[in-house]
Protein backbone atom coordinates (compact mmCIF):
# COMPACT_ATOMS: atom_id res chain seq x y z
CA UNK A 1 0.00 0.00 0.00
CA UNK A 2 1.57 3.79 -0.65
CA UNK A 3 0.48 5.15 2.68
CA UNK A 4 2.57 2.60 4.29
CA UNK A 5 6.16 3.23 1.78
CA UNK A 6 8.33 5.26 3.16
CA UNK A 7 8.30 8.82 2.00
CA UNK A 8 11.32 8.25 -0.51
CA UNK A 9 10.00 5.30 -1.76
CA UNK A 10 6.87 7.18 -2.41
CA UNK A 11 8.46 9.88 -3.63
CA UNK A 12 9.84 7.80 -6.27
CA UNK A 13 6.84 5.90 -6.91
CA UNK A 14 4.88 9.26 -8.00
CA UNK A 15 7.78 10.42 -10.37
CA UNK A 16 7.41 7.27 -11.66
CA UNK A 17 3.50 7.87 -12.16
CA UNK A 18 4.06 11.19 -13.67
CA UNK A 19 6.59 9.78 -15.82
CA UNK A 20 4.32 7.00 -17.29
CA UNK A 21 1.44 9.86 -17.82
CA UNK A 22 3.23 12.23 -20.03
CA UNK A 23 2.99 10.08 -22.84
CA UNK A 24 -0.35 10.21 -22.81
CA UNK A 25 0.04 13.89 -23.80
CA UNK A 26 1.32 14.74 -27.71
CA UNK A 27 4.14 16.65 -25.56
CA UNK A 28 8.04 17.00 -26.86
CA UNK A 29 10.58 15.18 -25.05
CA UNK A 30 10.95 17.13 -21.54
CA UNK A 31 13.64 18.69 -20.72
CA UNK A 32 12.33 18.67 -16.71
CA UNK A 33 10.09 17.00 -14.20
CA UNK A 34 10.33 18.77 -10.93
CA UNK A 35 7.84 18.19 -7.81
CA UNK A 36 6.33 21.03 -6.76
CA UNK A 37 4.01 20.41 -3.78
CA UNK A 38 2.85 17.28 -2.34
CA UNK A 39 0.04 16.94 -0.23
CA UNK A 40 -3.21 15.77 -1.16
CA UNK A 41 -1.58 15.43 -4.72
CA UNK A 42 1.77 14.93 -6.35
CA UNK A 43 1.89 17.90 -8.38
CA UNK A 44 4.83 18.95 -11.02
CA UNK A 45 6.21 21.39 -13.42
CA UNK A 46 6.93 19.82 -16.26
CA UNK A 47 10.03 21.60 -18.24
CA UNK A 48 9.63 21.48 -22.09
CA UNK A 49 12.05 22.69 -24.95
CA UNK A 50 11.34 26.07 -26.66
CA UNK A 51 7.90 26.90 -24.79
CA UNK A 52 6.53 27.62 -21.59
CA UNK A 53 6.21 24.64 -18.94
CA UNK A 54 3.16 22.55 -17.63
CA UNK A 55 1.69 22.00 -14.51
CA UNK A 56 1.15 18.43 -14.22
CA UNK A 57 -0.89 16.86 -10.95
CA UNK A 58 -0.91 13.31 -10.44
CA UNK A 59 -4.32 12.61 -8.29
CA UNK A 60 -4.76 11.04 -4.69
CA UNK A 61 -6.40 7.47 -4.90
CA UNK A 62 -8.98 7.93 -2.64
CA UNK A 63 -10.02 11.77 -2.65
CA UNK A 64 -11.92 12.42 -5.86
CA UNK A 65 -13.84 10.23 -8.14
CA UNK A 66 -13.47 11.03 -11.87
CA UNK A 67 -16.62 12.62 -12.36
CA UNK A 68 -15.37 14.98 -9.05
CA UNK A 69 -11.73 15.95 -11.04
CA UNK A 70 -14.48 16.83 -14.12
CA UNK A 71 -16.52 19.26 -12.26
CA UNK A 72 -13.33 20.64 -11.05
CA UNK A 73 -12.01 21.18 -14.43
CA UNK A 74 -15.52 22.35 -15.56
CA UNK A 75 -15.40 25.33 -12.98
CA UNK A 76 -12.08 26.32 -13.69
CA UNK A 77 -13.31 26.79 -17.45
CA UNK A 78 -16.46 28.46 -16.88
CA UNK A 79 -14.55 30.99 -14.58
CA UNK A 80 -12.49 31.97 -16.83
CA UNK A 81 -15.04 31.80 -20.04
CA UNK A 82 -17.79 33.44 -17.99
CA UNK A 83 -16.41 35.21 -14.96
CA UNK A 84 -12.92 36.17 -16.53
CA UNK A 85 -10.91 35.25 -13.87
CA UNK A 86 -8.03 33.48 -15.13
CA UNK A 87 -7.58 29.79 -13.56
CA UNK A 88 -5.39 26.89 -14.79
CA UNK A 89 -6.86 25.51 -17.87
CA UNK A 90 -6.86 21.39 -18.84
CA UNK A 91 -5.40 19.99 -21.23
CA UNK A 92 -6.66 16.86 -23.55
CA UNK A 93 -4.44 14.12 -23.52
CA UNK A 94 -3.95 12.17 -27.23
CA UNK A 95 -7.57 10.25 -26.87
CA UNK A 96 -9.29 13.59 -26.08
CA UNK A 97 -9.60 13.47 -22.72
CA UNK A 98 -8.30 16.00 -20.30
CA UNK A 99 -8.62 13.34 -17.41
CA UNK A 100 -5.92 10.25 -17.93
CA UNK A 101 -5.58 6.77 -15.78
CA UNK A 102 -1.76 5.10 -14.95
CA UNK A 103 -1.89 1.87 -14.09
CA UNK A 104 0.26 0.81 -11.00
CA UNK A 105 1.10 -3.24 -11.33
CA UNK A 106 3.23 -2.25 -8.38
CA UNK A 107 0.17 -1.20 -6.33
CA UNK A 108 -2.24 -2.72 -8.09
CA UNK A 109 -3.93 0.80 -8.52
CA UNK A 110 -5.28 3.47 -11.20
CA UNK A 111 -3.83 7.02 -10.67
CA UNK A 112 -6.23 9.79 -12.70
CA UNK A 113 -3.63 12.59 -13.81
CA UNK A 114 -4.39 15.55 -15.13
CA UNK A 115 -2.24 18.20 -17.13
CA UNK A 116 -2.56 22.13 -17.05
CA UNK A 117 -1.41 25.17 -18.73
CA UNK A 118 1.05 27.31 -16.70
CA UNK A 119 -0.53 30.43 -15.39
CA UNK A 120 2.06 33.50 -15.11
CA UNK A 121 1.71 36.04 -12.13
CA UNK A 122 3.39 36.58 -8.79
CA UNK A 123 2.51 34.94 -5.28
CA UNK A 124 1.29 38.54 -2.96
CA UNK A 125 3.41 40.07 -0.97
CA UNK A 126 2.99 39.43 2.53
CA UNK A 127 4.85 42.06 4.42
CA UNK A 128 1.69 43.82 4.04
CA UNK A 129 -1.64 41.52 4.40
CA UNK A 130 -3.91 44.73 3.86
CA UNK A 131 -4.17 45.28 0.17
CA UNK A 132 -3.31 41.95 -0.65
CA UNK A 133 -6.78 40.69 1.47
CA UNK A 134 -8.97 43.61 -0.60
CA UNK A 135 -7.92 41.71 -3.65
CA UNK A 136 -8.47 37.85 -2.28
CA UNK A 137 -12.18 39.03 -1.26
CA UNK A 138 -12.91 40.96 -4.37
CA UNK A 139 -11.72 37.98 -6.45
CA UNK A 140 -13.81 35.83 -4.35
CA UNK A 141 -16.66 37.79 -4.56
CA UNK A 142 -16.31 37.34 -8.17
CA UNK A 143 -16.18 33.61 -7.69
CA UNK A 144 -19.17 33.27 -6.20
CA UNK A 145 -21.51 35.53 -7.97
CA UNK A 146 -20.50 32.99 -10.58
CA UNK A 147 -21.40 29.85 -8.19
CA UNK A 148 -24.52 31.07 -7.79
CA UNK A 149 -25.47 31.27 -11.59
CA UNK A 150 -23.41 28.72 -12.62
CA UNK A 151 -25.61 25.38 -13.22
CA UNK A 152 -24.00 22.08 -11.82
CA UNK A 153 -22.87 19.63 -14.33
CA UNK A 154 -25.33 16.11 -14.08
CA UNK A 155 -22.10 14.06 -13.09
CA UNK A 156 -21.07 16.66 -10.33
CA UNK A 157 -19.61 15.07 -7.41
CA UNK A 158 -17.24 17.08 -5.22
CA UNK A 159 -16.37 16.56 -1.33
CA UNK A 160 -19.34 19.13 0.94
CA UNK A 161 -17.82 21.40 3.37
CA UNK A 162 -21.28 21.60 5.95
CA UNK A 163 -20.50 20.99 9.72
CA UNK A 164 -20.65 17.17 9.37
CA UNK A 165 -18.00 17.38 7.08
CA UNK A 166 -15.77 19.66 8.39
CA UNK A 167 -15.70 18.54 12.08
CA UNK A 168 -18.85 16.56 12.40
CA UNK A 169 -19.70 12.94 11.83
CA UNK A 170 -18.32 13.09 8.15
CA UNK A 171 -15.19 14.89 8.41
CA UNK A 172 -13.59 15.07 5.17
CA UNK A 173 -10.10 15.79 6.73
CA UNK A 174 -10.26 13.48 10.27
CA UNK A 175 -11.28 13.95 13.46
CA UNK A 176 -10.08 16.92 14.91
CA UNK A 177 -9.89 14.69 18.35
CA UNK A 178 -6.79 13.37 17.04
CA UNK A 179 -5.41 16.34 16.38
CA UNK A 180 -1.97 16.52 17.33
CA UNK A 181 -0.74 18.11 20.83
CA UNK A 182 -4.51 17.83 22.40
CA UNK A 183 -4.42 17.72 26.07
CA UNK A 184 -6.78 15.34 27.75
CA UNK A 185 -8.50 18.16 29.64
CA UNK A 186 -8.81 20.23 26.75
CA UNK A 187 -10.88 17.80 24.94
CA UNK A 188 -14.33 19.35 26.64
CA UNK A 189 -13.52 22.88 25.99
CA UNK A 190 -13.63 22.27 22.04
CA UNK A 191 -15.89 19.58 22.15
CA UNK A 192 -18.17 22.70 23.59
CA UNK A 193 -16.76 24.86 20.62
CA UNK A 194 -17.94 22.05 17.97
CA UNK A 195 -21.45 22.12 19.59
CA UNK A 196 -21.82 25.73 19.95
CA UNK A 197 -21.06 25.68 16.08
CA UNK A 198 -23.53 23.19 15.19
CA UNK A 199 -26.26 25.58 16.35
CA UNK A 200 -25.41 28.35 14.92
CA UNK A 201 -24.99 26.88 11.48
CA UNK A 202 -28.49 25.65 11.63
CA UNK A 203 -29.72 29.01 12.42
CA UNK A 204 -27.68 30.55 9.99
CA UNK A 205 -29.01 28.03 7.52
CA UNK A 206 -28.33 27.02 4.18
CA UNK A 207 -29.80 29.25 1.36
CA UNK A 208 -28.51 29.24 -2.01
CA UNK A 209 -27.45 33.01 -1.05
CA UNK A 210 -25.19 31.42 1.75
CA UNK A 211 -23.92 27.91 0.80
CA UNK A 212 -23.33 26.86 -2.62
CA UNK A 213 -20.00 25.60 -4.58
CA UNK A 214 -16.97 27.55 -3.02
CA UNK A 215 -13.35 26.55 -3.48
CA UNK A 216 -12.48 25.95 -0.02
CA UNK A 217 -8.85 26.70 -0.01
CA UNK A 218 -8.59 30.45 -1.27
CA UNK A 219 -5.77 32.17 0.77
CA UNK A 220 -2.86 34.34 -0.76
CA UNK A 221 -0.78 31.40 -1.26
CA UNK A 222 -3.36 30.41 -3.87
CA UNK A 223 -3.37 33.89 -5.92
CA UNK A 224 -1.26 34.97 -8.61
CA UNK A 225 -0.48 38.98 -8.94
CA UNK A 226 -0.19 39.57 -12.89
CA UNK A 227 0.06 43.47 -13.21
CA UNK A 228 -4.10 44.40 -12.69
CA UNK A 229 -4.63 40.59 -12.48
CA UNK A 230 -5.88 38.19 -9.70
CA UNK A 231 -5.69 34.66 -11.00
CA UNK A 232 -6.68 31.74 -8.89
CA UNK A 233 -4.97 28.28 -8.47
CA UNK A 234 -5.30 25.32 -6.72
CA UNK A 235 -9.30 24.07 -7.05
CA UNK A 236 -8.76 21.01 -5.42
CA UNK A 237 -10.68 21.36 -2.14
CA UNK A 238 -13.17 23.02 -3.80
CA UNK A 239 -16.70 21.78 -3.06
CA UNK A 240 -20.15 22.96 -1.85
CA UNK A 241 -20.00 24.92 1.42
CA UNK A 242 -21.19 27.95 3.05
CA UNK A 243 -19.48 31.14 1.19
CA UNK A 244 -18.24 32.37 4.55
CA UNK A 245 -16.24 29.19 4.71
CA UNK A 246 -13.93 30.91 2.29
CA UNK A 247 -13.33 34.05 4.48
CA UNK A 248 -12.33 30.97 7.42
CA UNK A 249 -10.08 29.84 4.38
CA UNK A 250 -8.59 32.77 3.51
CA UNK A 251 -7.19 33.25 7.31
CA UNK A 252 -5.92 29.81 7.55
CA UNK A 253 -2.82 29.47 10.32
CA UNK A 254 -3.33 33.42 11.01
CA UNK A 255 -6.53 33.25 13.26
CA UNK A 256 -4.14 33.98 16.12
CA UNK A 257 -2.65 37.05 14.17
CA UNK A 258 -3.17 40.17 16.59
CA UNK A 259 -3.70 42.18 13.39
CA UNK A 260 -6.65 39.34 11.93
CA UNK A 261 -9.44 41.95 12.48
CA UNK A 262 -7.75 44.06 10.50
CA UNK A 263 -7.56 41.54 7.92
CA UNK A 264 -10.58 40.06 7.67
CA UNK A 265 -12.06 44.19 7.17
CA UNK A 266 -10.12 44.44 4.05
CA UNK A 267 -11.31 41.17 2.96
CA UNK A 268 -14.75 42.38 3.44
CA UNK A 269 -14.24 45.79 1.83
CA UNK A 270 -12.69 43.98 -1.08
CA UNK A 271 -15.82 41.72 -1.36
CA UNK A 272 -18.05 44.23 -1.48
CA UNK A 273 -16.84 45.46 -4.26
CA UNK A 274 -18.11 42.93 -6.06
CA UNK A 275 -20.71 40.38 -3.73
CA UNK A 276 -22.93 41.63 -1.30
CA UNK A 277 -21.81 40.94 2.21
CA UNK A 278 -25.14 41.08 5.10
CA UNK A 279 -24.36 42.00 8.58
CA UNK A 280 -25.75 39.17 9.59
CA UNK A 281 -22.90 37.53 7.66
CA UNK A 282 -20.37 39.69 9.19
CA UNK A 283 -21.65 38.84 12.74
CA UNK A 284 -21.33 35.09 11.77
CA UNK A 285 -17.52 34.93 10.90
CA UNK A 286 -15.75 33.91 13.99
CA UNK A 287 -18.47 31.08 13.57
CA UNK A 288 -16.81 30.04 10.39
CA UNK A 289 -13.38 30.78 11.33
CA UNK A 290 -13.51 28.62 14.24
CA UNK A 291 -14.72 25.87 12.43
CA UNK A 292 -12.37 26.01 9.08
CA UNK A 293 -9.67 25.91 12.47
CA UNK A 294 -11.17 22.60 14.00
CA UNK A 295 -10.64 21.26 10.21
CA UNK A 296 -7.28 22.02 9.73
CA UNK A 297 -6.50 20.57 13.33
CA UNK A 298 -7.72 17.84 12.08
CA UNK A 299 -6.08 17.54 8.86
CA UNK A 300 -2.70 18.28 10.67
CA UNK A 301 -3.40 14.89 12.92
CA UNK A 302 -4.69 12.96 9.77
CA UNK A 303 -1.05 14.20 7.88
CA UNK A 304 1.13 13.89 10.68
CA UNK A 305 4.50 13.32 8.18
CA UNK A 306 3.36 17.00 6.05
CA UNK A 307 6.05 19.48 6.24
CA UNK A 308 3.72 22.15 7.43
CA UNK A 309 2.40 19.70 10.53
CA UNK A 310 6.42 18.93 11.24
CA UNK A 311 6.75 22.84 11.51
CA UNK A 312 3.44 23.66 13.71
CA UNK A 313 4.08 20.47 16.60
CA UNK A 314 1.68 20.62 19.10
CA UNK A 315 1.37 24.68 18.85
CA UNK A 316 -1.44 25.13 16.70
CA UNK A 317 -3.53 22.94 19.85
CA UNK A 318 -2.55 25.66 22.43
CA UNK A 319 -3.96 28.11 19.45
CA UNK A 320 -6.94 26.92 18.72
CA UNK A 321 -7.88 25.59 21.99
CA UNK A 322 -7.57 29.70 23.10
CA UNK A 323 -9.40 30.25 20.03
CA UNK A 324 -12.14 28.04 21.39
CA UNK A 325 -12.32 29.93 25.02
CA UNK A 326 -12.72 32.79 23.08
CA UNK A 327 -15.49 32.10 20.97
CA UNK A 328 -17.42 30.43 23.97
CA UNK A 329 -16.93 33.84 25.99
CA UNK A 330 -18.73 35.89 22.86
CA UNK A 331 -21.20 33.16 21.78
CA UNK A 332 -21.94 30.80 24.54
CA UNK A 333 -25.49 31.96 25.94
Known amino acids: MFEQMSYDAQLAYLQGVAEKALQKWALPEPTGLKLLSLSENATYRVDLPDRNPLILRVHRTDYHSRDGIQTELDWMKALQEDAGIQTPQSIDGRDGSAIQEVVSEALD ?25 KKLGEVTGKMHNHARGWTLPSYFDRLVWDYDGCIGDTPNWGDWRK ?11 LEAVSDLIKQRLAAFGQSPQRFGLIHSDIRLANLLICGDDTRVIDFDDCGLGWFLYDLASAVSFIETNPGLDKVIDAWVEGYRRSASFSEEEEREIPTFIMMRRLTLFAWLGSHPTADLAQELGDSFAQGTVELGNAYLAQFQS
Open 179 to 189: GPGLKPEDVGT
Open 109 to 133: EVRYVTLFHFIDGEEPDESDLIEPF
